[in-house]
């Protein structure tokens, strides 16, 4: 049995080696970020931009491979309550921006310009404006990507994507810490990003 699982499996790697035409085009890509933070008070969408680099790793006419660079603008409306606004807060605007580092895998639906997309990120946090209320999100986040989108000949493409982080901006990881402070996984506070947006990708011959 393992012989023929071994067999079966050369065989598959050499019919997909073999159909495909692996071509490598660069490009830009950027939009629209509308995102948020979840469990903060009154939070809201943030709107804001995203802009990078690509390379499309086109295996064949069905399925790409998009290791993608990402400057991304992030964050969330809410309400901060302070000592001089204890009952009212103010409504604030909470920013995080993150150095991103995809891998999106692409498939083309019979080959065509229509797509699903999924894949890692790696977020690397540039700065944020929490310093002023006291507090100091962690450096790092790790999020997954998913969305749909349509190339059309010419390299240009449109794509609707939502990303979800899973490291709470704050490092921790929903276990009760003390008798006083209890926090939960419904607790963390991740980052979340619903993005429209248009690549380009430079045809290379």
Known sequence: MRKITTVAFILFIGILTSQAQVTVSPGLRGGLNLSRLTNIDDNGLKSDFY?????????????????????SRQGSEGRYYSEQNPDFG????YELNYLSLDAVAKFHFGGQGFHILAGPSADFKTSDNFGRYGFDPIDFDFSIIAGVGYSLPNGLTFEARFKQGFIDIYGYDGIEYDNDDNYYYEDLILNQVFQIGI??????K
């Open 90 to 93: 103010t409504r604030t605007k």
């Open 51 to 71: 802009a990078g680099g690509l390379v499309a790793i086109k295996f064949n006419r069905y399925f790409t491979l998009q290791p993608e660079l990402t400057y």
């Open 199 to 204: 690549s380009y990708t430079f045809k290379v």
